[in-house]
């Protein structure tokens, strides 16, 4: 029943031509839905990204910034042919796009396409589609995990006067509370409100003098199950 919302830099933007049929976009990811969340993608672009190296080609983008294939390649291990048919498949369902006006026709530059989207395994038509969402959703949360510790690691690697900048403005936060429903609904509502006022103001500043890239977690779910086993 997990729903993960994948953010990307800068503001949703709603792309031109799209087919919509009561609302929903078929073509392409979706953008945010009426109270400015992330839309959640739909089955054929839930389908397209259920392959490792989709996911993590996805995860790359935010943090490192536009790539070419060439260089996904060499931080992936693959060839360029083979991340160039990924990102051409990711393109095809809106997850990706080009960078316009950087590249050339032999070397294209590919970015995440602003605005987020989310992934939850409830209201899927049957067994299979809601185990691709967990399996897609367990892989976003595997390479999270793994940059988290690929973090640990740096820090022992790192000079004192470094380290004390990195850790001064680092922080792992588990608050273990008792919340009905209801409660913590509400607390996803406060989370929606100061991201908007805090996080995306910040969407525009990549690249800019003395800023890092930057990874911000929130994480609120239940540690039962409705019957009150341990998950």
Partial sequence: MATARKNSPGPAQEPEGAARVGGADLRVA????DDGRPGELGPAALRALAHPL??????????HGPLTASKLGEIV???SGSTSYHLRQLAKHGLVREVEGKGTARE??????????????????????RQT????????????????????????????????????????????????????VALVQAWDRFSAEHLEPLSSQAGEPGTLPVEVHFDVFPTVDPEGNPL
């Avoid at 294209?108 to 589609?129: L, M, V």
């Avoid at 006067?161 to 429903?181: D, H, I, M, S």
């Fill in 108 to 129: 294209r530059w590919w970015e995440r396409t602003p605005g987020g989207f989310s992934i939850s395994s409830s209201g899927k038509d049957s067994p299979a589609s």
């Fill in 133 to 184: 969402a967990e399996a897609v959703n367990a892989e976003f949360l595997r390479l999270r995990h793994e940059r988290v510790m690929a973090f640990l690691r740096a820090a022992q690697q790192t000079d004192e006067e470094k380290l004390e900048t990195l850790l001064g403005a680092t922080t792992f936060v588990t608050a273990n509370k008792w919340a009905t429903p209801e409660q913590m």
């Fill in 54 to 63: 989709r996911i993590r080609i996805l995860d790359l983008l935010p943090s």
């Fill in 77 to 79: 291990g693959e060839s």
């Fill in 30 to 33: 979706p953008g945010t839905t």
